[in-house]
């Protein structure tokens, strides 16, 4: 064989070699991104692996240091940055998970708590309410026991005579109409028994019927039984009567004074001082209110009795004082008018202006039509601020009885004197009788301002005016 040249050896030799580093690069290449990929691999799975045992690994081996640790982390895949981070975290995220779980456990405990708390509160309340209601309960019974003793010991006694003792008589006047009640309390009030309202029990508990209206004397010595019986014999507790006092409808007290002192013992003089007796006067106002206030307040009155003795028949007994005719009186007279309490309220009026009124109508009219025309006069007349221009005054005023009033008489100096003095007076110039009454209460309509009355039959003729009145003056008086 023929030797080469170096030249052309090296320059093959050249080529070769970087043929062959050519090779040697691409092969290191290859087994270093082999490398690589098993390395990728490797920490891919080692991360899992970290995932999967980061939950498990005691926290101690990260923190703890030395060659040991060394050695450990030298063996274990590099971390990752979630591995670092996981691996930094402090222990208190476990101790706070820890404490979440003991509070959540805490609060079924805390309320349970307060609703113990509240129950025992209600357990305390029911308590006290329960002791309220027993005191309550046992005072009602203590009271209800002191009631019921003092009603049955109350009733006990009204069932018994008044004053068993007593041998006084009281006359009673029973009205006709009046129901076992009003005749209970008018026992009552007049002292005869102790309670109207057992009474009227006892009544209906004994099935006692047939009360007779009439003029009575009992005695408070007498038991219920005893006083019913009589009641139903139609007034004969008043057999026994020692007269009979019969006063007329339209009579005054001075008129009274002789029908007293004629048909009893009693002198006229006594009978007069007492109806100017003031003590007696507020003694019979305190037992019939109603019935005398307004005559209490009346000012320039002869007495003030006079219109309120009721015209009425009344059984006298010796053994009865001269109170206890004129009360038996007064008590009549309240006893008519508590029908028309009210009535004489709703006008506006009072019982002194209503009676006054009456006792002038009793006089002036005779029939029921006439009487309620007159007092529609008389107020017409107030109402315009006219005097009432009745003789029934001038004669109260003069205190005389006459047939005939003549014009010098028409000046009388005295507050009844109703020709010089306008309204209704001082007060009652009589005693009238209920129909009178009933007129002032329900007169009749009418424009008339004045009236006269033909002497010879008594009939009443009526004017607007007072030409018209001359004329039947004129024509039915003087001629």
């Known amino acids: 064989m023929s030797k080469q040249h170096p030249e052309e050896e090296s320059f093959k030799d050249k080529i070769l070699n970087s043929l062959n580093n050519s090779d040697e690069e691409t092969s290191k290449s290859d087994r270093s991104s082999t490398r690589q990929g098993q390395q990728n691999r490797s920490s891919s799975a080692s991360r899992q692996r970290d995932r999967l045992n980061v939950s498990q690994e005691p926290v101690g081996t990260r923190?703890?240091?030395?060659?040991?640790?060394?050695?450990?982390?030298?063996?274990?895949?590099?971390?990752?940055?979630?591995?670092?981070k996981e691996a930094k975290k402090p222990p208190i995220k476990k101790s706070t998970r820890k404490e979440n779980v003991s509070n959540n456990a805490k609060t079924p405990l805390s309320v349970s708590s307060d609703e113990m708390q509240r129950r025992k509160m209600r357990q305390k309340e029911d308590r006290i309410v329960s002791k309220i209601v027993t005191v309550v309960v046992v005072a009602l019974l203590v009271i209800g026991g002191i009631l019921g003793f003092s009603v049955y010991r109350y009733v006990s006694s009204s069932l018994q005579p008044l004053d068993s003792g007593s041998k006084k008589t009281i006359a009673?006047?029973?009205?006709?109409?009046s129901s076992n009640k009003q005749i209970g309390e008018?026992?009552?009030?007049?002292?005869?028994?102790k309670s109207g309202m057992v009474f009227n029990y006892y009544t209906k508990f004994n099935n006692l019927t047939g009360f007779q209206a009439g003029s009575y004397h009992f005695s408070p010595a007498m038991t219920l039984?005893?006083?019913?019986?009589?009641?139903?014999?139609?007034?004969?507790?008043?057999?026994?009567?020692?007269?009979?006092?019969?006063?007329?409808?339209g009579v005054d007290i001075d008129k009274i004074g002789d029908i007293i002192a004629k048909d009893t013992k009693i002198k006229k003089s006594d009978f007069t001082d007492l109806m100017k007796n003031e003590d007696f006067f507020k003694k019979m106002q305190e037992k019939y209110p109603d019935l005398l206030a307004s005559a209490a307040k009346a000012k320039g009155v002869r007495y003030r009795l006079e219109g309120y003795l009721f015209p009425a028949t009344y059984d006298y007994y010796k053994t009865s004082s001269l109170e206890d005719i004129v009360t038996q009186m007064i008590d009549k007279?309240?006893?008519?008018?508590?029908?028309?309490?009210?009535?004489?309220?709703?006008?506006?009026?009072d019982v002194q202006e209503v009676l006054t009124l009456?006792?002038?109508?009793?006089?002036?009219?005779?029939?029921?039509?006439?009487?309620?025309k007159i007092a529609q006069v008389f107020f017409n007349r107030i109402a315009a601020g006219m005097p009432l221009q009745s003789?029934?005054?001038?004669?109260?005023?003069?205190?005389?009885?006459?047939?005939?009033v003549y014009n010098k008489d028409l000046q009388v100096d005295s507050p009844y004197n109703l020709y010089t003095n306008t309204g209704y007076g001082p007060g009652p110039f009589d005693s009238p009788s209920e129909q009178s009454i009933k007129a002032v209460l329900e007169p009749t309509p009418n424009n008339y301002y004045y009236f006269v009355a033909d002497i010879k039959t008594g009939k009443v003729y009526y004017?607007?005016?007072y030409e018209e009145h001359l004329v039947l003056v004129e024509k039915y008086v003087n001629n």
């Open 463 to 465: 004017a607007e005016t």
């Open 225 to 249: 039984e005893e006083i019913s019986k009589s009641l139903q014999g139609g007034g004969a507790g008043t057999a026994g009567a020692d007269a009979k006092l019969t006063i007329p409808e």
């Open 172 to 177: 009673v006047e029973i009205p006709s109409g």
């Open 391 to 404: 003789d029934i005054s001038i004669l109260y005023a003069l205190g005389e009885h006459k047939e005939k």
């Open 333 to 349: 007279t309240n006893t008519v008018l508590s029908a028309y309490y009210d009535t004489i309220k709703q006008k506006n009026m």
């Open 186 to 193: 008018i026992l009552q009030e007049d002292k005869v028994i």
């Open 358 to 372: 009456a006792s002038l109508v009793e006089k002036e009219g005779v029939t029921e039509t006439d009487r309620k």
């Open 63 to 84: 923190r703890s240091s030395g060659a040991k640790s060394k050695a450990q982390n030298t063996k274990k895949s590099v971390p990752t940055k979630k591995d670092d």
